[in-house]
């Protein structure tokens, strides 16, 4: 049996009526318009929906129209997120269709449900039609206005459950005399901009949520299930540039999963090698730093995730380069020696296995004059170098890793106090 | 000065005066990031049912409100059956959508929490560091919102009315249960004679005086205004729909990988990019395969790498790095030369 009715109900209606009668204009558009096949959808409501791109039915729906419609599906997905169905991300959905060599309109218009639903692997079908998208705009007046379709088939069945039909539009201005002043002024504003598209799609969305059916029994979630995680590291220390890091996973089948260094070092995707077993492995880089416990996720196609912290699995990283050096000075050096000597104190950050010194030409390229052992904290340049006009200093670390540059500019037999960091 | 020129100008004067005001409304925030919370790591974020700790409509409003909701040409039915914190809540997640954070659904959330008997206003009144602590196992996040509806509360003043209303959030990390952000956001709307109702006849004047402070009260200018604090809420999490369409894409100059020649189980694959300093990127090997995380070295020298697995039947893909910058925007360059070709595995696609 079929049954159609207005979503919001007789009364608003007609205080919608009674209220443009006497004020004319404002915030427009009725309640959607809902088809529900009843004796279908209780016979066998579906669990999982798709929510398939919007298609533009309307071919003069005016500038960045795709890109609308791509917005509006999202807002129709954020809101429809809270009702009790598993849905498909909309990213999943499209690595689905892509896979399948149905992202492209026409050939997503020609698939069948049973078609989508199988490649999708979902009960349902989602369809958006977005009919017209108009935003007209006179100064004093405006009238920006969306319209859609949504239908939902059944895939196992090809039977259409659910069809809406919904306007959601905005009129305003000074002109129409709605309401306040001020509130109109702003209202126009805002419609000018993206903004009022955006507000306009939410309120589209929140309207077709509302009007949609939620299913008889709520959709239950199981997450799936993590069995064993594996970490294999350097044990007992500090790891640094060149370790590697591997994640074991034994999980549900068929998941999407990933690991996390604390928050520093996150989403290492895990690939499923075979079906349940999944391997990922992370080999620390120059400029690294993180700290914390390992953790793992995995994701079913639906967004349900486990989530598995393994005991004692807590790593530090940090593959920084030494820190800039401080207190960088200048002096000339004695009579006898010639040149600059220079001063500084190390840095924040990984102990310097050694300095690094240059010279910066008029181009601010650096060219290496001289290199020292970690543990001092002084040179002497020779005269040659003596005359350009900066020298710069960098920490270097066990691996050749080589941090930032102090400089100091230098004036030759003369005491240069000025000096900077550059990163 | 000839008179009529004087009231023009006070007029004038008047309108640039108390425009800005009238605008403006009354609107209070604060927000607060934990040191080293970059909000562009993708964070799992699950939302909690929010809990309300408003009083409620001013006592001498109460009556009035009451018809108010009653009456058909102002109530909104699909609006009334909703109460504050499950208005604030869906709008709050509505809006976190537009933070690089990844939402967990909100009914995965209910039914998780409805399966496994959870008793979250004990999360909310006992020990939240704990409670996060329990509830992401349980929900598989890596991080909790908490909120509170502080203010939902309508007042009537016969030509002027005023709706409030304020939240505040945390955002905690379910592995340390410390709080990773928290906003505290208040604002108001007020409609009536402030706002200058507009009327073209006498008649018009005494509708809109009298009808506009009562249209102020209704539960969609609560939603409205909900949807205005939730935006503000994630403030400092997300920049503005202005911030970022002013926000430059930004520039990734070189991308390069070291598989040249067909690569084998237990390679790596090395991926260097030169871009503009200070992104968070990653690659990917085609679009089917989940981005890797990639480190910037020097400045601007990014590098990343991927061990070769039977996970990774690659038969000529192209490579696509991807760079965020630390105000959202956000560009990519794909390679396809040379295209990256995994041999000796079969494809299970």
């Known amino acids: 049996m079929t049954r159609a009715r207005n979503a919001t109900g007789a009364a608003p209606a007609l205080a919608l009526a009674l209220l443009a ?20 959808f209780k016979k066998a409501a579906p669990a999982s929906v798709a929510i398939l791109p919007f298609q533009l039915v309307d071919d003069d729906a005016g500038p960045r129209a795709d890109l609308k419609a791509a917005a509006l599906r999202e807002a129709f997905h954020r809101r429809f997120s809270s009702l009790a169905y598993l849905h498909l991300e909309s990213e999943e959905t499209d690595k689905r269709l892509r896979r399948a060599g149905l992202l492209d309109p026409k050939k997503l218009a020609g698939a069948t449900p049973a078609e989508l639903g199988k490649r999708l692997e979902v009960d349902a079908i989602l369809r958006g039609e977005v009919l017209s998208l108009a935003n007209l705009s006179g100064g004093v007046v405006y009238r920006q206005s969306i319209s859609a379709r949504l239908t939902l088939a059944d895939a196992r069945t090809g039977e259409t459950l659910v069809a809406i039909e919904h306007t ?72 640094r540039a060149g370790d590697e890091i591997e994640v074991r996973v034994r999980a549900t089948p068929g998941g999407a999963a990933f690991f996390d260094v604390g928050r520093d070092l996150a989403e290492v995707p895990l690939f499923e090698e075979a079906p349940g077993s999944y391997r990922g492995a992370y080999r620390v880089a120059h400029g ?40 960088l000075a200048a002096t000339a050096a004695a009579a006898g020696e010639g040149g600059v000597r220079l001063e500084w104190a190390a840095g924040a950050g ?22 020292v052992k970690g543990g001092e904290t002084r040179a002497r340049v020779p005269p040659a170098a003596a005359g350009a006009r900066l020298l710069a200093v960098a920490g270097v670390d066990e691996r050749g890793a080589v941090g930032p540059l102090s400089f100091v500019e230098i004036n030759p037999g003369k005491t240069i106090a000025k000096g900077g960091t550059s990163r | 000065m000839r008179p009529r020129g004087f009231a023009r100008a006070l007029g004038l004067g008047l309108v640039l005066g108390l425009g800005p005001a009238l605008f403006a409304g009354c609107s209070s925030a604060l927000h607060r990031r934990a040191d080293g919370f970059d909000p562009r790591v993708p964070l799992r974020v699950a939302v909690l049912p929010f809990v309300d700790r408003s009083t409620g409509d001013a006592v001498v409003s109460k009556p009035l409100t009451a018809v108010v909701d009653l009456l058909p040409i102002l109530s909104d039915d699909k609006l009334t059956k909703e109460n504050a914190a499950s208005i604030f809540r869906t709008q709050f997640a509505g809006n976190l959508h537009r933070t690089p954070l990844a939402m967990v659904d909100l009914h995965v959330v209910d039914s998780l929490i409805d399966h496994r008997r959870m008793d979250i206003l004990a999360a909310y009144d006992r020990d939240r560091v704990a409670g996060a602590k329990a509830l992401g196992g349980v929900l598989g996040a890596d991080a909790l919102v908490f909120g509170w509806v502080l203010e939902w509360d309508r007042d009537y003043y016969g030509l002027e009315s005023a709706v409030r209303a304020g939240l505040r959030v ?26 200058v109702p507009i009327a073209y006849s006498p008649e018009g004047a005494i509708q809109s005086a009298i009808v506009e402070p009562l249209k102020g009260l209704r539960n969609t200018v609560f939603a409205t205004l909900a949807d205005d604090i939730s935006r503000a809420s994630i403030a400092g999490l997300a920049p503005t729909a202005e911030e970022r369409a002013a926000a430059p894409a930004p520039r990734i100059y070189f991308v390069a990988h070291s598989g040249s020649g067909p690569l084998r189980p237990g390679d ?82």
């Open chain 1, 21 to 40: 009668a006497t004020t004319m204009g404002g915030a427009a558009g009725c309640g959607p318009e809902v088809v529900v096949r009843e004796a279908a």
């Open chain 1, 350 to 371: 990984t102990k310097a296995a050694g300095w690094r010194i240059y010279t910066i030409d008029g181009h601010g390229a650096p060219a290496l004059v001289a290199e």
């Open chain 2, 268 to 349: 790596e694959l090395v991926v260097v990019a030169v871009a503009d300093p200070g992104l968070r990127a990653t690659f990917q090997v085609d679009e089917d395969y989940a981005p890797v995380p990639m480190t910037e070295g020097a400045p601007g020298s990014y590098r990343g790498t991927l061990r070769i697995s039977p996970a990774h039947p690659f038969k000529g893909e192209t490579l696509r790095v991807r760079g965020v910058s630390a105000s959202l925007a956000a560009s990519t360059m794909t390679v396809g030369r040379p295209p990256i070709v995994v041999a000796g595995i079969a494809s299970a696609r």
């Open chain 1, 168 to 239: 959601e539009a905005d009129t305003g201005g000074v002109l129409v005399g709605s309401g306040q002043l001020v509130d109109a002024i702003r209202d126009t504003v805002d419609n000018s901009s993206d903004v009022g598209f955006v507000r306009l799609a939410e309120r589209f969305a929140e309207s077709a949520v509302r009007a949609f059916p939620p299913p008889p029994a709520p959709a239950r979630v199981v997450p799936p299930r993590i069995d064993s995680v594996e970490v294999r590291a350097p044990a007992g220390r500090t790891l």
């Open chain 1, 288 to 327: 690294d730093r993180a700290a914390g416990p390992v953790s793992v996720h995995v994701s079913d196609r639906f967004g349900a995730t486990a989530r598995s912290v393994p005991p004692g699995g807590e790593l530090t990283i940090d593959a920084r380069p030494p820190g800039a050096p401080q207190h």
């Open chain 2, 170 to 195: 945390e955002l905690r990390d379910t592995t340390t249960g410390g709080i990773l952000f928290e906003s505290e956001v208040r604002d108001s709307k007020y409609a009536g004679i402030s706002k």
